[in-house]
């Protein structure tokens, strides 16, 4: 069965505290796995689509990675403005052009 | 300027009303989704289209019907208002080489009375 699985459901750091975000899934024939951003109340934000193992992607404090199981999201020396909910969704197996989607993480940073 | 319009973005309705939740976009994409989000809980797909006067039935059981007679305007509409149809309504895009990846509108917050 297509799923997509993320860990932790919630992560409080304190501001300049780096971590990573989990994203682990099981799909056939992967056509791309996604991850996004979300505010309280506001539509998701994409940030990077990785496509194949070992494909990686940056954009300010965040860094994306994919392996053949699992992405990681690396988030180095967060910021207050960081916080929200990150999702992971993946495309491919039997549901053309829908994307399986995990139930995200909460990431608060303190001041 | 690409991007996707939801209107309107906060809506307050009695129960038995119909509504209709406006969707529109200027990505060029012909793929359409409608999603249902209740505050910290997962994305649910109710409704997709791949193009025109294409429409299809998500995953999460919906009592909402919508239609798509032009690419860049997908509305949803709901018959009869309930209150267990209060929650945040998100509509998004695909298309072109990247065609998985979905861009969202900003959404529209619906609470029945």
């Known amino acids: 069965e297509d799923q997509v699985t993320q860990s932790p459901e919630a992560l409080r750091l304190q501001e300049g505290e780096s971590s990573s975000l989990n994203c682990s899934y099981t799909?056939?024939?992967?056509?791309?796995l996604f991850w996004y951003r979300q505010d309280p109340g506001k539509g998701p934000e994409f940030l990077f689509t990785?496509?194949?193992?070992?494909e990686e992607k940056e954009k300010e404090r965040l860094k994306a990675t994919l392996t053949k199981k699992e992405s990681f999201l690396h988030i180095t020396a967060p910021k207050p403005e960081d916080s929200a909910t990150y999702l992971c969704?993946?495309?491919?197996?039997?549901?053309?052009?829908?994307?399986?989607w995990g139930a995200g993480t909460k990431l608060i940073i303190k001041p | 300027e690409a991007d996707i319009y939801q209107t309107p973005r906060y809506l307050v309705i009695g129960t038995g009303k119909k509504i209709t939740l406006e969707c529109s976009q200027t990505?060029?994409?012909?793929?359409m989704y409608w999603y249902q989000q209740d505050p910290g809980m997962e994305l649910h797909l109710i409704h997709y289209?791949?193009?025109?006067?294409?429409?299809e039935k998500g995953d999460l059981s919906s009592e909402s019907t919508v239609s798509r007679i032009r690419t860049e305007h997908f509305p949803l509409t709901l018959e009869s208002a309930r209150p267990s149809h209060t929650s945040q309504y998100l509509c998004?895009?695909?298309?072109?080489?990247?065609?998985?990846?979905?861009?969202f509108g900003p959404g529209t917050r619906l609470t029945v009375t």
């Open positions: 998004a895009s695909s298309g072109g080489t990247a065609a998985y990846e979905q861009y």
């Open positions: 990505m060029g994409h012909d793929k």
């Open positions: 289209s791949y193009g025109v006067n294409s429409t």
């Open positions: 799909v056939s024939g992967l056509r791309g």
């Open positions: 990785l496509y194949s193992a070992g």
């Open positions: 969704a993946v495309g491919g197996g039997y549901s053309n052009y829908q994307l399986i």
